[in-house]
T-cell receptor, first 115, second 109 residues
């Protein structure tokens, strides 16, 4: 149980384009989903927290207009990186927390490379 | 500000050589301390949650313990497949997790 998927697992795009990453909880309903970014040899940095049907809460320093988060259902959240630039290249990981649980379960991550 | 410090940054063991990883934390109002395992290029895999000082949890060769200031992840008779980065995270009053930088464990056959 507690399986979280992400799609795509990797993406390469040109500078200035937008990229959408999907995060799905496959076998449970996720009231809250989280988006993290991880740079090489660094730990996970929380970008934003999203609750189903509500606007996401962004961490300080994260541009909400650049990283659009939508949590439309209890099993799906999306992160759209708008007008991506090379400095946005990173490993993006989502996690999901069930209504009755305190644990966060993580997806496999999406490697974004912006050329 | 909530802080998590993990040590050592890297640890090399021979197969069968037991050891411990440390996670020191400073947090106002600990709601939970979490251990995850992360393999290269993958998302973290949940291992344990500890809620109060004195609590212990075990899973195969791993045992996690918690005091008021730190947590230990004990690895007994490790195997090469235990090689990974082990992450510690704390949860304070909000539901956010604050992660340490991790300990990269390498177990040589």
């Amino acid at each position: 149980g507690a399986v979280v998927s992400q799609h795509p697992s990797w993406v390469i795009c040109k500078s200035g384009t937008s990229v959408k990453i999907e995060c799905r909880s496959l076998d449970f309903q996720a009231t809250t989903m989280f988006w993290y970014r991880q740079f090489p040899k660094q730990s996970l940095m929380l970008m934003a927290t999203s609750n189903e049907g509500s606007k996401a809460t962004y961490e300080q320093g994260v541009e909400k207009d650049k990283f659009l988060i939508n949590h439309a259902s209890l099993t799906l959240s999306t992160l759209t990186v708008t007008s991506a630039h090379p400095e946005d290249s990173s490993f993006y990981i989502c996690s999901a927390r069930a209504m009755t649980s305190n644990e966060q379960f993580f997806g496999p991550g999406t490697r974004l490379t912006v050329l | 500000e909530d802080q998590v410090t993990q040590s050592p940054e890297a640890l090399r063991l021979q197969e069968g050589e037991s050891s411990s990883l440390n996670c020191s934390y400073t947090v106002s109002g600990l709601r939970g301390l979490f251990w995850y395992r992360q393999d290269p290029g993958k998302g973290p895999e949940f291992l344990f949650t500890l809620y109060s000082a004195g609590e212990e949890k075990e899973k195969e060769r791993l045992k996690a313990t918690l005091t008021k200031k730190e947590s230990f992840l004990h690895i007994t008779a490790p195997k090469p497949e235990d090689s990974a980065t082990y992450l510690c995270a704390v949860q304070a009053r909000s539901e956010k997790l604050v992660f340490g930088k991790g300990t990269k464990l390498t177990v040589n056959p």
